[in-house]
């Protein structure tokens, strides 16, 4: 697999250019929802990343950030500007290369195979890869969670099975029946398979409190790990922890195609399906066969 490099671009807004710095900082808050974890994820100091932000904010006329419980996250026009940037990486790629963007869990899984194909992927939560999706701009979506085709009516391609495990923060007491997650604080991330964990816990009547939204399961696993009393559902392929749902939380890790015009999508699907599935199976997924 040839995974290219999309470089460090600039992108012109009214005349003014605002520069890859900029758009690598919003990328990593979106992922964070901390500004504090990002400037240590990028090695800068928070005040540079916070002075960044501000100078952007005030020469483009609108907010970009906004808090969002105890950090911050982008607001609609981050959001908005973040998208175009994307759009725009992508424009500008190799025009042989396949353009995917993914779930991280579902777009992790094909950066991490080896692949005979010439890839760009652009990892996010279900919901922000659909919004790519539906401009058109990339080539395959890859879902964590099917439900966003399931509620539009979308065809989508099973390529995998995975199930949710629950990560607990140390020294919390060993859960052993379903009625020991009666009452349990969690971490939620957003645009996950974790649905199917809330519905089993409401199946049977049993309380929980979602005490804080992440955007990423790795993010989840930190604050998990580093917290007390803390839990959260997390993907098995990634993650080691009690399979107390095991049953109820199955799900496929899905494609659906967004370009048909180009052959090379159906020889990766193709292949994804055939060759690829001891590689996923591999990864820690349940393959298909």
Partial sequence: MKLESKGLISLEINGEIYGYKLYQSLESLNRTN????????????HTVFNRRILKAEEQLGFKLTEKKGNGSGLTTDGQRLLEEYRKYLIQIAEPDNINIAGGHISSGLLESIDLPFNI???????????????RGVVDLLTLDDPLIAYERDINFIPIAYDYLVLISSPDCPEIKEIKDLDNLDFV??????????????????????????????????????????????????????????KL?????????????????????????????????????FIPMD
């Fill in 34 to 45: 901390s500004q504090r974890k990002s400037a240590k994820e990028l090695n800068i100091s």
């Fill in 120 to 134: 760009n992927v652009y990892s996010s939560n279900d919901n922000d890869a659909f919004k790519l999706a539906k």
């Fill in 188 to 245: 939620k991330v957003d645009g996950s398979a974790q649905r199917l964990a809330w519905n089993t816990l409401e199946h049977y009547n049993l309380d929980y409190t979602v005490k804080h939204k992440v955007n990423s399961q790795f993010d989840a696993f930190k604050l998990v790990r580093n917290s007390e009393n803390l839990y959260s559902f997390l993907n098995a392929s990634y993650f080691n922890g009690n399979k107390i749902l």
């Fill in 248 to 284: 109820d939380t199955r799900h496929v890790i899905s494609l659906v195609k967004v370009n048909d015009q180009d052959s090379k999508t159906d020889e990766l699907i193709n292949y994804l399906l055939t060759k690829a599935q001891k590689d996923i199976k591999n990864q820690g």
